[in-house]
């Protein structure tokens, strides 16, 4: 059982006991929930917590108005706070980087999505996202066309300022793949992840740099964390173009098939989303999530018949499934 303690903001109830219950079941029981900016402040400066993750969007505010807050304590700089939503749109993820999210979480939530999120929490270094204006390294990127990299380098030194930030890591790393030096470029790239969390091509260059030694455990997760992050960004065929790279690799991974059932769902894609999420519970039959997936893309499909099969397994797998039973249920009574 995880230790950590996590503070819940949301106001709405069914969301945040969904949350809940995921968290629960991946091992994280510590769990602190309230409805209530001014009443999280005062928790947060009462309680120490590992992490927060608060909803975006409640009635009366706003959980970046939350986030604001918290980092204007120095004891709060670097505490792992995730926001939760729906759908990001390119303001919202630019809103959030300057306040200074540590990430973003698409809901409805996902086991494994949240699962690499809260394993992450120990090891993120929290800063602002920067997002730099491109004419601002436009040079530097001619140069690296032409394979001047040493030029490329002394160029982009000059262009960012002297507290060189994800950009500037991002591509020495991309000039050492370019180059080769995978060994080289991997330092520069987990600097760039650590100066911004959401920055998903630092994170898919480490999985380059990583399968290209052979470490393909460790080039998986980062590729994993790249497409989440593009579909969390609403780029959805970025994401796909990173977990078919996968699956050139590892034919065998839960989390991609899950993934891809996930992408498909949002781009309106139902029979691949269930092919995709069917591929996912060969590897893992009783994967409760993947069922209740599987329920709710039938749900989708307006075929809610086939779902009861699927949130019944789920529920004998795991009978106080909270989710999947107010779903079969609603079926049974005629609502869906």
Known sequence: MKTESILLVDDNDFAVRELANILKYIGY??????DSIGQAVTLAESKPFDCIIAAWDMEETSGVDLLKQIRKNERFVNLPFFLTDSAYTKQKVFTAGLAGVTGLIVTPYDKENLT????SVSEIINQPLFENEVNNINKGMELIEKGHYKEAIVTLDEVVSSDKNAEYYYNIGYINILKENY????PALQKATQLDSLFAKAFEGLGKAYRALGLSEEAK???QRAADIYMEKGKL???ESVLNDILQTSTESVNIFNSLGVLSRKKGNFETALMQYKKALKIHPDEIYILYNIGRL??????P???VEYFRRALAVKPDFDEARKALDAIELGLI
């Open 29 to 34: 029981k510590n769990l602190t929930r309230t």
């Open 116 to 119: 690499l999120k809260m394993e």
């Open 183 to 186: 060994s080289e470029a991997i």
């Open 221 to 223: 997760k980062n590729m």
């Open 237 to 239: 065929e970025d994401a």
């Open 298 to 303: 039938y749900i989708d499909m307006k075929t």
């Open 305 to 307: 018949e086939h779902a």
